[in-house]
């Protein structure tokens, strides 16, 4: 399928890896120009010539920490008049969150909940005058089904959550639409390293972890990231224009409820 989004121009955080460089890859595909934000210059510059090479697109990277002020000045400088914007950044760390300090909350909601919003608010009114806008948030499945150690993301993005179905619905009466991605688990850098700290305090191999990891997933293994940068391709395509508001929850399966 054609999805219609030939030429347009998208920013993407946390490009350069895992479900960011999914999404920027399945954008690329599509003849999507993309601005690629992280903060390590060098996976950026691979990411970036793989893209080009593979999809012949303009690719430009902005190595910057996208939570600053500065960083996002760095962003909307490199495109200043984005049709799509990707909303990514790296979970907080677990934990008991009686272990969690002001400072590590702080951190959190200004990465996974602050941030996004500043980007909206510096793109949506550009979007709404030019007809065309596409927002999509990488959240988590845990703002569907919470995990007790994962206290401050849950925390962090449900606010995103709510905040996006609150402004959602009326941009889409002028072709720009926000939506949130619930990734479970994939296959990424920052999944095996998790799973690499359990095996080390558990004195199990890092194959039996992600073994048993996956076995208790329906579908019996790990997502792609391809998998995952379709689904955000789609709802940056031309044909989702009448879905907003919504909350994808891409898992294998995992969460067992009705709604």
């Not at 955080?13 to 120009?33: D, P, T």
């Not at 210059?41 to 990411?47: P, R, S, V, W, Y």
């Not at 689904?231 to 508001?245: K, M």
Request: with cysteine.
């Amino acid at each position: 399928m054609d999805m219609g989004i030939r030429g347009r121009h998208a920013i993407v955080c946390a490009g350069s890896k895992g479900l960011g460089k999914g999404c920027a890859r399945a954008l690329a595909a599509e003849g999507v120009h993309i601005t690629l934000v992280a903060r390590g210059i060098e996976a950026l510059e691979q990411t970036a010539a793989e893209l080009r090479a593979d999809h012949g697109v303009e690719v430009r990277v902005v190595a910057t920490d996208i939570t600053t002020d500065a960083g996002r000045a760095a962003a909307l400088a490199a495109c200043p008049q984005p049709d799509i914007l990707i909303n990514n950044a790296g979970g907080p760390p677990p934990g008991d969150f009686r272990q969690f300090d002001r400072d590590m909350w702080i951190k959190a909601v200004d990465a996974n909940m602050l941030t996004p919003i500043e980007l909206i608010k510096a793109t949506l009114d550009g979007m709404i005058a030019r007809r065309f806008g596409r927002i999509v948030n990488i959240t988590s499945s845990a703002v569907k089904a919470p995990i007790d150690i994962l206290g401050l993301s849950n925390g962090a993005r449900a606010g995103l959550t709510g905040f996006i179905a609150g402004i959602s619905r009326s941009p889409s009466a002028h072709n720009v639409t926000i939506n949130n991605l619930l990734p479970g688990a994939f296959d990424t850098d920052t999944m095996r390293s998790r799973m690499a700290t359990v095996a080390k305090n558990t004195g199990i191999t890092l194959d039996a972890v992600l073994e048993s990891r996956a076995s208790g997933i329906p579908a019996k293994r790990f997502g792609h990231i391809d998998e995952f940068g379709a689904a955000c391709a789609y709802l940056c395509s031309a044909h989702a224009g009448y879905v907003t508001g919504q909350n994808f929850l891409i898992d294998g399966g995992a969460y067992p409820g009705t709604f």
